[in-house]
């Protein structure tokens, strides 16, 4: 099994920058498709930015599309969330995901296409 953990969440003015990160260990990340998810009070869960196990391909929702960017270090078994011009409603909890493939070319974007799920970071948005 892999353990996930978030950080880099907080409180930012809008057009601000934050960087997540998601630290992996228990296993090497080299095989798993890693995703970002955010879930908003009262709302489900939802996609954000995917990228394949290799690395070579990234997915965005489009309302992140041109404003974050995920990457990944397998070698220091870390996904990291570059979030640029933040807005109001990108508030929420930040969670990290991954999903174990034998796919190195696929980014997964479904809550249900993920086993295994970080406890969450903090992203607030406000002046």
């Known amino acids: 099994q892999v353990q996930l953990v978030e950080s880099g969440g907080g409180l930012v003015q809008p057009g601000g920058s934050l960087r997540l990160s998601c630290a992996a260990s228990?296993?090497?990340?080299?095989?798993?498709?890693m995703g970002w998810f955010r879930q908003a009070p009262g709302k489900e869960r939802e996609f954000v930015a995917a990228?394949?196990?290799?690395?070579?391909?990234?997915a965005y929702a489009d309302s992140v599309k041109g404003r974050f960017t995920m990457s990944r270090d397998n070698a220091k078994n870390m996904v990291y969330l570059q979030m640029n011009s933040l807005k109001p409603e990108d508030t929420a909890v930040y969670y990290c995901?991954?999903?174990?493939?034998?796919?190195?070319?696929?980014?997964?974007?479904?809550?249900?296409?993920?086993?295994?799920w970080g406890q969450g970071t903090q992203v607030t948005v406000s002046s």
């Open positions: 995901a991954a999903r174990y493939t034998y796919s190195g070319s696929v980014p997964y974007s479904g809550v249900r296409d993920y086993g295994y």
């Open positions: 228990g296993r090497t990340l080299s095989s798993y498709a």
């Open positions: 990228i394949s196990w290799a690395g070579g391909r990234t």
